[in-house]
């Protein structure tokens, strides 16, 4: 294994997100006018929109379209492009789904990375595994790595348990790190650290369902971006997915100033009733004309989109925007698009995200 057992500890420091992708669909609404499609990338990955087409078939490039209005908060509208990632043609495939991609450049901050780009991912079920593969365009190819998992679901001495899942990488600039956030079981978030994105030494557990109200039974999906919040000190945000004895699942949220230790609000940040959903996740923040969203999926009992709310720069809103990415009916979304990743690759936005109905699906990406 990769992993390895030596615990290191940091200071405060700026994540400097990697390249990223978007994506678009079909749009059944709009909720907000037409706005510049231009995207930056950035410290907190930057937006991504909601198209309005059915997806091309697997592997082809999309058909040329009209343009379409900007997305809520005047993020752009983006096109599935292809499929990256499908389990039946990966060699570590235990269980025959794949969820939860994280896409970062690592060029300019790696001596020798294998390529220009990191795609983590893995497995959800028993036993899980967190997974890379790189290429040299967030549009692919991408290669599998060779020795996944890089961390399994029993890292002794440090914890052993049924999967390990959901990797979210952040660039720790200051340390010249790579933080990996995951999860095992669904109600412990862990943190570990590498220097080549590839070989991690164990850190610390940062997130349990103890550190939420009673009654909670989930915490994970955690994503972490940089994100100044003055008035509490911090200088990183989580999201995550919280589940509790009503099987519901809202969007919540914490803080830190050192990305180790955190404090979490009691409140969910975006409800699912606030939605009309009965379950949300997939959290992932963006940043835009000088505010914050978070974009979100539904479960596809409730439409299996990605959702959109403004929460200010300083987490006080709660500007409900709606419809940010349509999944589009045809393969590989079927209904379902979730956990996006964002980002740019010589100034094209571009979302790499979930595809498919949950664990039967794939990694794909989108274009805007």
């Known amino acids: 294994m990769t992993q390895h057992d030596t615990s290191q500890h940091g200071d405060n420091g700026s994540q400097h997100a990697a390249d ?40 082809a490039a999309p058909a040329a379209a009209p343009a379409l209005a900007a997305a809520p908060g005047g993020f752009p509208n983006y096109r599935y492009l292809k499929t990256l990632l499908t389990p039946s043609q990966l060699k570590y495939n235990p269980t025959g789904e794949i969820i939860f991609p994280c896409i970062r450049g690592v060029y300019d901050k790696l001596a020798s990375p294998l390529g220009r780009y990191y795609l983590y991912y893995g497995p959800h079920d028993a036993p899980g595994g967190i997974c890379l593969a790189y290429g040299d365009s967030l549009e692919g190819p991408f290669t599998e790595y060779t020795a996944n998992p890089i961390v399994s679901n029993n890292w002794q001495p440090h914890y052993k348990v049924s999967h390990v899942a959901s990797p979210h990488v952040i660039w720790r600039a200051d340390l010249k790190e790579l933080w990996l956030y995951f999860h095992g079981e669904n109600g412990t978030t862990r943190l570990a650290r590498s220097k080549d994105g590839i070989t991690f030494t164990y850190d610390k557990v940062v997130l349990t369902t103890a550190m939420m109200p009673a009654g909670s039974t989930e915490t994970s999906y955690a994503r972490v971006f940089a994100h ?14 919280l589940n509790n004895k009503s099987n519901h699942r809202d969007i919540a949220w914490g803080w830190s100033g050192d ?34 969203y978070v974009v979100y999926n539904t479960s596809k009992e409730n439409g299996g989109n990605l959702l959109i709310t403004e929460v200010g720069n300083d987490f006080s809103r709660r500007n409900h925007l709606g419809l940010f990415y349509d999944s589009a009916n045809t393969p590989p979304d079927n209904g379902r698009s979730a956990a996006p990743s964002f980002g740019t690759d010589r100034g094209v936005p571009y979302m790499v995200y979930e595809a498919g109905e949950r664990l039967q699906g794939s990694i794909a990406v989108a274009r805007g």
């Open 20 to 59: 990223e992708p978007r994506n678009p669909g079909r749009r059944i609404f709009l909720r907000a006018a037409a706005a510049t499609a231009a995207v930056a990338s950035g410290v907190v990955a930057t937006g991504a929109a909601a198209g309005s087409a059915a997806a091309a078939p697997v592997g």
């Open 259 to 292: 990305g180790r230790n955190w404090t979490f609000d009691q409140t969910p940040l975006v409800r699912h009733s606030d939605v009309g959903a009965n379950n949300i996740g997939g959290p992932h923040l963006l940043s835009r004309d000088g505010s914050t």
């Open 228 to 241: 100044e919040l003055p008035s509490r000190g911090a200088h990183y945000v989580m999201l995550f997915m």
